[in-house]
C-alpha cells in the first residue's frame, strides 16, 4: 500500500467521495440562492440535497473502511474472518 490513501483507494470510494461533494455543493449553491430569493421550496430542496450528499458520503465511509480491512488481510496484518457454521439437521433419537 502507498503513503497515501487516495492512491490505494478503490474506483468505487473515489467516485462516491466526488459525487457526494458534488452533490453536497449543488445543495448548498441552491441553498443560498433560495435564501437570497426568499425561496423557501428551493431552499427546503436544497437540505434534501445536501441530506443525500451527506449519505452518499457515510457510504464512502463504508466502502473505504471495508477496502482497508481487505487490504489488512491480504497483507495478513489481521486473521480472515471464520466463515459462518451453518445449522446441522437435527438428530433422530429414539
Given amino acids: 500500500m502507498t503513503n ?3 492512491e490505494a483507494s ?3 470510494y473515489k467516485k462516491l467521495t466526488f459525487g457526494s461533494m458534488a452533490v ?3 445543495g448548498i449553491i441552491l ?3 433560495g435564501a437570497n430569493t426568499h425561496n423557501r421550496p ?3 430542496t436544497a437540505l434534501g440535497i445536501i441530506g443525500i450528499g451527506l449519505v452518499t458520503h457515510v457510504i464512502g465511509l463504508v466502502v473505504r473502511a471495508r477496502d482497508a480491512k481487505a487490504w489488512r488481510v491480504s497483507q495478513g496484518l489481521v ?7 451453518t ?8
Fill in 42 to 44: 428551493l431552499m427546503y
Fill in 31 to 33: 441553498a443560498f440562492i
Fill in 10 to 12: 478503490s474506483g468505487l
Fill in 79 to 85: 486473521p480472515a474472518r471464520r466463515p459462518k457454521r
Fill in 24 to 26: 453536497s455543493g449543488t
Fill in 87 to 94: 445449522k446441522r439437521a437435527p438428530r433422530d433419537t429414539p
Fill in 4 to 6: 497515501t490513501p487516495w
